[in-house]
């Protein structure tokens, strides 16, 4: 079961690009990163998940470092609303990991608050 | 619309009493899970099932009990025995390898229900 770093905390201004980093020196080949946020008192939201190529969807990029130890995660133009804690994972898919509970435990994440 | 209902949103109770949350989804998942947060802290996985009828403890198992009787509802309940059971706690559901639209070992989430036991 890989574990991830994150950062505590974060500031970004509003409109800029917010760049969240993890470290996951441990991951192995068939284990993809996924990103979680949750914003206060709701449940954790899928953002994105990769496993070496870069990623991009409607909400974010996710840059996976050529390693595969550390990647980020880029929300390219903050506004308030994603004011929330990033959850960095890693973990094999269902299949792989015949449905077991590996990476399945959310560390503390890092709390990203975008400034006005 | 598809999803996963947790309720009650809020809970009270004396201590010494057991309570029932309720998981609900239709996204006709195979697998579900349950998790506990306290304040500034992240998820801890109590308990998750992988398919019906079958269920396996995570890493604070102690004090709660689970049921999987049916795919879609994975009811968690807290006994008297859990020593601090004031938290929030959360339930995910996750679809099989190649069934996810958006990708695999994705996890949706409910809203969460709040438990203080007074």
């Known amino acids: 079961d890989a574990k991830t770093t994150q950062p505590t905390s974060m500031d970004c201004a509003e409109g800029r690009a917010a760049n969240l980093p993890c470290n996951h020196s441990?991951?192995?080949?068939?284990?993809?990163v996924y990103w979680y946020r949750q914003i206060h008192s709701q449940g954790p939201q899928y953002i994105i998940h990769?496993?070496?190529n870069n990623e991009t969807n409607e909400m974010a990029s996710l840059i996976i470092t050529e390693d595969r130890k550390s990647s980020t995660l880029i929300l390219p133009h903050a506004t308030l609303r994603d004011t929330a804690v990033y959850y960095c994972?890693?973990?094999?898919?269902?299949?792989?990991?015949?449905?077991?509970?590996?990476?399945?435990?959310f560390g503390k994440g890092t709390h990203l608050i975008i400034q006005p | 619309d598809g999803g996963i209902t947790q309720s009650p949103k809020y809970l009270f109770r004396k201590e010494g009493q057991n309570v029932t949350l309720s998981c609900e989804q239709n996204?006709?998942?195979?697998?579900m899970y349950w998790y506990r947060q306290d304040p500034g802290q992240g998820l801890r996985l109590i308990y998750y099932?992988?398919?019906?009828?079958?269920?396996q403890k995570g890493d604070i198992a102690e004090g709660y009990s689970v049921s999987r009787e049916k795919k879609e509802s994975f009811p968690l309940t807290v006994t008297s025995a859990q020593k601090n059971p004031t938290a929030f706690y959360l339930c995910?559901?996750?679809?099989?390898?190649?069934?996810?639209?958006?990708?695999?070992?994705?996890?949706?989430f409910g809203e969460g229900s709040r438990l203080t036991v007074l």
């Open positions: 990769g496993l070496k």
């Open positions: 099932s992988q398919i019906v009828n079958d269920f």
């Open positions: 994972i890693v973990r094999a898919t269902f299949m792989y990991s015949g449905g077991g509970a590996d990476g399945l435990t």
């Open positions: 995910a559901s996750s679809p099989r390898s190649g069934e996810a639209p958006r990708g695999t070992g994705e996890l949706f």
């Open positions: 996204l006709n998942h195979d697998a």
């Open positions: 441990t991951i192995s080949g068939n284990e993809y």
